[in-house]
């Protein structure tokens, strides 16, 4: 489109084009950061058309605006943007946007005039930055000169607006890069690690609005939904598939595109996003494969809201962010089946710690039994009846004692068989694996108590790694339990493991921020009354809980003496517990 006067011949001379096309094609394979870049070019593009001044617009599509390009030293400029919903009739740039072709204005006269304009101003020339079908900014250069601009000035600025395609491209697949290389935490909770997923995709794709949903039969069920503030995830459900227009193509591993916001299929969808300042316009469903033979597990939906076209390349990059979540989210449930089956484990260790409370209560009980046999027996020899009936009758109660309690010597017997111990092995143990993997095991209950935990430092020892991981584990569920009862900030957990090179003993530090003990509430109370001192929470049945059993801290020092090891409470006061813990390398070499 032109205007104004016939255009002025061109007045740069053919070696100065070919050193300016050579000079602008540089700009693409510099080392520099896209931004950079793109404002070198905007600045190169001013020069070498003898432009007065130039403007780089790039579509921000989480704001539905062009916004101005700024070099890193100059971010204010990037508030110097316009929207998508100015007619194109009252604007340039909206008619280059919507048409997709370049506009020389020979002179400007008083026409209404987008943000960023400069008064003096005589003439101007508006390039499209463009893939495929969409816009992805715009060039926009004038001059105080009336009819400057030729039409080689016009093919340098688009082949300049060409380079700018390459660097946007580059910008777009280094951001791609970086998001979904940036770590997600898998010991989180279930929503908070779905929630850091989606705002992981949603900085990488530069989507506004991302909704993913999962396959369970015939249906695909909201998981989760981004930058739609209060919506009501099951109004988000599609069922059945293979029967909605919209959705069914995904069974057949298709990407669907849509425009018409008013079709059936799509109308209840986005009625509940839509609000006064926000109105979707194009939808893009891609669907979730995952494993070798590309199963659906679901989809992720992006919405935008201004009209956008999803190119090639766009779309190559939703279908990676797409499938990397889908990875995630599978992995994710297995490491928590793999957890689930560790607790197992834990578990079995705790058996075999309970095992010697058990053995010890069993012994205890033999030496009930046996003084009460003996009571039996004397008084037998001791009973003095008046009548020869009233004497056989107590001689049958007793013999009835007797029988009952020779029952409860075999019932004992059994427990003993039943709970005999599997073997142990006694292997190489990294402390280090071994402590975390006491910590992924309440990985959840940490994350709910917005606990932290740190560990530092490690050592190779023999051990029999189920005892000490349980020792471990025993020791996290008491701080848990005591973070639970207080409300303190900077809830954490620390383990430091020092190793010296000849020492025959691991030194591990354990500390919580919990706050302390409290030795008025230890019980039950001594014999005689007097209160416990803080080390008897390692004797068996001491515990500060209401509803606690007193053996937790006994069953860590036990499963230490297994390893000839010990656990000793270093400070109980004020803001938590301070435990040194020794293990030895190997007990079959300690001197």
């Known amino acids: 489109m032109t205007g104004g006067p016939t255009m002025p011949t061109a007045v740069l001379d053919p070696g100065a084009i070919d050193s300016a096309y050579a000079g602008l094609l540089r700009l693409a394979s510099k080392e520099w950061s896209p931004d950079f870049a793109l404002e070198s070019l905007r600045a190169d593009c001013v020069r070498i058309v003898g432009a007065t001044s130039g403007r780089l617009y790039l579509l921000d599509l989480p704001n539905a605006s062009y916004v101005l390009n700024s070099p890193p030293n100059d971010p204010g400029r990037r508030d110097c943007r316009f929207g998508l919903n100015i007619p194109h009739e009252h604007s340039v740039l909206r008619r280059v946007i919507d048409f997709r072709r370049s506009e020389r204005q020979a002179r400007i006269g008083a026409q209404p005039r987008c943000r960023g304009d ?18 992805l900014g715009v060039l926009d250069l004038d001059s105080s000169e009336e009819g400057h601009f030729t039409a080689e000035h016009q093919a340098l600025v688009e082949f300049a607006a060409d380079v700018a395609l390459m660097l946007i491209e580059k910008a777009d697949t280094l951001n791609l890069l970086k998001e979904l290389q940036r770590p997600v935490s898998i010991t989180q909770a279930a929503d908070t690690y779905l929630d850091e997923l989606m705002i992981l995709a949603a900085q990488a794709s530069r989507m506004p609005i991302l909704i993913l949903r999962e396959k369970v039969g015939n249906a695909l069920v909201c998981l989760e939904a981004y930058g739609a503030p209060g919506l009501e995830e099951a109004s988000l459900r599609i069922e059945p598939i293979d029967a909605n227009a919209l959705f069914a193509p995904i069974l057949d591993r298709q990407m669907v595109v849509e425009h018409d916001m008013t079709r059936p299929e799509v109308a209840h969808l986005v009625r509940s996003i839509n609000r006064e300042d926000r109105t979707l316009h194009s939808l893009c469903i891609v669907p979730i494969l995952v494993g070798a033979s590309d199963e659906v597990f679901g989809t992720l939906s992006f919405a935008v809201t201004c009209p ?59 030496s009930i039994l046996g003084s009460t046999q003996e009571l039996v027996s004397l008084l037998r020899r001791q009973l003095r009846a008046p009548t020869r009936e009233q004497l056989e009758s107590v001689r049958e109660g007793v013999e009835l004692v007797q029988e009952n309690l020779e029952k409860i010597h075999l019932s004992l017997q059994k ?9 142990r092995e006694y292997v190489d143990c990294h402390l280090m694996r071994t402590w975390n993997e006491a910590f ?38 008491n701080s848990i339990d005591a973070f639970r009862e207080g409300k303190r900030q900077g809830r954490r957990i620390d383990v430091v493991i020092t190793a010296e090179e ?58 230490l003496k297994k390893h000839e090891g010990s656990i000793d409470l270093v400070d109980h006061r004020g803001g938590g517990v301070v435990f040194d813990i020794v293990v030895p390398r190997d007990k079959n070499h300690r001197s």
């Not at 499209?128 to 079908?133: K, V």
């Not at 427990?415 to 073997?423: Q, S």
């Not at 606990?451 to 996290?476: M, P, S, T, W």
């Not at 009354?529 to 049945?541: M, S, T």
């Open 118 to 135: 400069f008064p003096e101003a005589r003439s101007r020339l508006t390039v499209p930055i463009l893939r495929e079908e969409a816009c």
């Open 440 to 477: 992924e095991l309440v990985g959840g209950l940490l994350s709910s108590q917005k606990i932290a935990y740190h560990v530092r430092g490690d050592a190779k020892v023999k051990a029999y790694i189920e005892y000490l991981r349980f020792a471990f584990l025993n020791l996290i569920i």
């Open 502 to 559: 000849r020492a025959r003993d691991v030194r591990i530090r354990y500390t919580d921020t919990a706050g302390g003990i409290d030795p008025s509430r230890l019980g039950p109370l001594t014999d005689g009354g007097r209160p416990l001192g803080p080390e008897a929470i390692f004797e068996a049945g001491v515990t500060s809980k209401a509803h606690g059993s007193g053996y937790g801290m006994f069953l860590v020092r036990q499963a």
């Open 415 to 423: 427990i003993k068989t039943a709970t005999n111990p599997p073997a």
């Open 308 to 366: 956008h076209d999803y190119t090639r390349l766009e779309r190559n990059g939703l279908k990676t962010i797409a499938n990397a979540l889908g990875t995630a989210i599978i992995n994710y449930r297995n490491v928590q089946e793999i957890q689930a089956e560790r607790f197992e484990h834990a578990k079995d260790g705790a058996a075999i710690m309970v095992l010697e409370v058990s053995q010890a209560v069993r012994h205890e009980a033999q």
